[in-house]
């Protein structure tokens, strides 16, 4: 692969890892300095890039990979909220209201089993298509299919549950 295919290519896909990095690490910081390692991990192995069938769902697992690393060497803060999915609060009560929304549905995702919230997340939220989840995860399509249909039915579950008993308050 040459330097001009691997800028193409592979450093295009920063901007679309960062969100998974993000949601692994929490920090923004931690987030740059894993893509920033799974960038030259890759430069570093170029020539065995032209093989990758997949290349966007081999930049991810790497991404992947280097996270889970940093996680094992060292627990990452919480104490940043995961406010990347609001927009900045306002006094208006439409926005207060979604952000509490926003709020309740990542808490329910966080509930989820290991293997549902990831699919649902890299899904969802990084936008990655089935076949690229099944080669992250290591699974095949019909089972990754089968992980987010699980995770979106509980999260509709348990949000039914929350406004149905909110209603009944009322």
Request: charged share 35%; hydrophobic share 35%; proline share 4%.
């Amino acid at each position: 692969m040459t330097e001009q295919d691997f800028k193409t290519k592979v450093l295009s896909l920063s901007g679309n890892v960062f969100p998974l990095a993000k949601r692994l690490l929490v920090s923004d910081e931690m987030a740059r300095d894993a893509i920033q390692q799974s960038m030259m991990k890759l430069w570093e192995n170029r020539k065995q890039l032209d093989l990758c069938t997949n290349l966007k769902a081999f930049v991810f697992k790497v991404v992947r990979n280097v996270c889970l690393d940093e996680l094992k060497k060292k627990k990452p803060s919480y104490f940043d909220s995961p406010d990347s999915l609001k927009s900045h609060p306002t006094h208006h009560t439409d926005q207060h209201e979604r952000d509490e929304i926003v709020d309740i549905v990542q808490k329910i995702i966080d509930s989820l089993p290991d293997n549902q919230r990831e699919v649902i997340q890299m899904r969802d939220i990084d936008g990655l298509d089935f076949d690229e989840i099944a080669e992250l995860i290591g699974r095949d399509i019909p089972y990754t299919r089968v992980l987010l249909s699980r995770a979106r039915k509980t999260v509709k579950e348990k949000i039914e549950k929350i406004y149905a008993y909110e209603a009944k308050q009322q």
